[in-house]
Nanobody, 115 residues
Framework: QVHVEESGGGLVQAGGSLRLSCAAS????????MGWYRQAPGSRRELVAT???????NYADSVKGRFTIPGDNAKGAVFLQMNSLKAEDTAVYYC?????????WGQGTQVTVTS
């Protein structure tokens, strides 16, 4: 079993920054992709950013240049540095860990950006 847990959400004004953290626990697979998805009210869950164990990054077009995954996920942890936040970034942000055999989701953390 693999578990992931997010932290770091909150309320921020437009233009501000937040940093989300995610830690995996349990039987963490050595090969994995970790990353972030988000779901706004009335919308489908969408990819924000992911990183593989060999460091390949993938960002949604809507966050490129503003959000980054610093470091790597070598220790089963992944972060999301969010800068220049916009009202449309308001959503529940979910951490995900997946590979061929696992697909683990956290409970989500709320990010609210006020304009």
């Amino acid at each position: 079993q693999v578990h992931v847990e997010e932290s770091g959400g909150g309320l921020v004004q437009a233009g501000g920054s937040l940093r989300l953290s995610c830690a995996a626990s349990g039987s963490i697979p050595s090969v994995r992709t970790m990353g972030w998805y988000r779901q706004a009210p009335g919308s489908r869950r969408e990819l924000v950013a992911t990183i593989t164990t060999d460091g390949r990054l993938n960002y949604a077009d809507s966050v490129k240049g503003r959000f980054t995954i610093p470091g790597d996920n070598a220790k089963g942890a992944v972060f999301l540095q969010m800068n220049s936040l916009k009202a449309e970034d308001t959503a529940v942000y979910y951490c995900n860990l997946r590979n061929l055999w696992y697909n683990a989701w956290g409970q989500g953390t709320q990010v609210t950006v006020t304009s």
